[in-house]
């Protein structure tokens, strides 16, 4: 098993950046894929950034250039830094990761809040 604690979170104004952290203990050998999904009030949980054992990144497309996923080489922590954040990006962030068995787990989440 996975165990995942996000930290990094806050209440920002439109334009400054944050960073968000993730720290997995347990099983980190099995993780491969670790992502950023995020959900806003009355809105489906989606993927924000995610990036593979061999560094390849994806971004959805509002956070392009903006966002920056990124992994400590002892592979237990993944960080997402968030510049020139508007009040779109006002939601719950999860950690999530994906096992060589393809067995999700996920963060318990923490709060963005970008004020305009």
């Known amino acids: 098993q996975v165990q995942l604690v996000e930290s990094g979170g806050g209440l920002v104004q439109a334009g400054e950046s944050l960073r968000l952290s993730c720290v997995a203990s347990g099983r980190i050998d099995t993780i491969i894929f670790p992502r950023w999904y995020r959900q806003a009030p009355g809105k489906q949980r989606e993927l924000v950034a995610g990036?593979?054992?061999?560094?390849?990144?994806n971004y959805a497309d509002s956070v392009k250039g903006r966002f920056t996923i990124s992994r400590d080489n002892t592979k237990n922590k993944v960080f997402l830094q968030m510049n020139r954040l508007k009040p779109e990006d006002t939601a719950v962030y999860y950690c999530?990761?994906?096992?060589?068995?393809?067995?999700?787990?996920w963060g318990q989440g923490t709060q963005v809040t970008v004020s305009s």
């Open positions: 999530n990761v994906l096992t060589n068995q393809f067995i999700p787990y």
């Open positions: 990036i593979t054992s061999g560094g390849s990144t």
